[in-house]
């Protein structure tokens, strides 16, 4: 069985650009969470997402930051406009049930730097 | 809102000496879990707890769930270089908040 997938594994994007970052679940999983972890810091919840829903989206800023996972293909978290702060390692998981009974599985992650 | 606090942020020991980590939730959690992550590498989960009390052992982690259900702790027996990494707590609330981390640091 693959793991979470997400790429690309490392963007370098200019200020004011548009960054798409991708995650495929494992399979059969239909949970789906983002996080952003900044240098020596600890992971940041952002999104909560199901085919087709978002379920909390809570951790998100509401500006520039979107987030998806449509019935077909992967997840994509969208940061537009992006700034020097948007540098961040960020990291999809990806769950099997409902979200307190099981293990998020995490993926290697997408190394986001802001120029 | 909830809060999930870590001690110590930062370890350097010797390899064959014990660790421990300390996780305190600000509010009553369901269950908690932890994650391991090496230098440059994504959280790798490590072990739930669910029950008030509850204590789990992998090899030479020992992992317990406070009876308030509010902390937790790790505790690794003889570490080794293989040990090195951030340790993180997530605690369920109303979503999975981690913790600040604690970041094992061991010498040969």
């Known amino acids: 069985n693959a793991g979470v997938m997400q790429n690309p594994r490392h963007l370098v994007r200019r200020r004011g650009q548009e960054a798409r970052l991708r995650c495929s679940p494992m399979k059969g999983h239909s949970h789906v969470y983002w996080y952003r972890q900044l240098p020596e810091e600890g992971l940041k919840f952002m999104v909560y997402l199901q085919k087709e829903n978002i379920i909390d989206e809570s951790g998100m800023p509401k500006e520039r930051f979107s987030a998806e996972f449509p019935k077909e293909g992967p997840s994509i978290l969208r940061i537009q406009q992006v700034v020097r702060g948007d540098s961040a390692a960020y990291f999809c998981?990806?769950?099997?049930?409902?979200?307190?009974?099981?293990?998020?599985?995490f993926g290697p992650g997408t190394r986001l730097t802001v120029l | 809102g909830q809060q999930v606090m870590q001690i110590p942020q930062y370890q350097h020991v010797q390899e064959g000496e014990d660790f421990t980590t300390y996780c305190n939730s600000s509010t009553t959690l369901s269950n908690i879990q932890w994650y391991k992550q090496r230098p440059g590498g994504h959280p790798v989960f490590l072990i739930q707890l669910v029950k008030s009390g509850e204590v789990k052992k992998q090899k030479r982690l020992t992992f317990q769930f406070g009876e308030a259900k509010k902390n937790s702790s790790l505790h690794i027996t003889a570490t080794q270089t293989t040990d090195v990494g951030t340790y993180f707590c997530a605690g369920w609330g109303k979503k999975l908040v981690f913790g600040t981390g604690t970041r094992l640091l061991v010498s040969p």
């Open positions: 998981a990806s769950s099997l049930r409902d979200r307190e009974l099981d293990t998020q599985y």
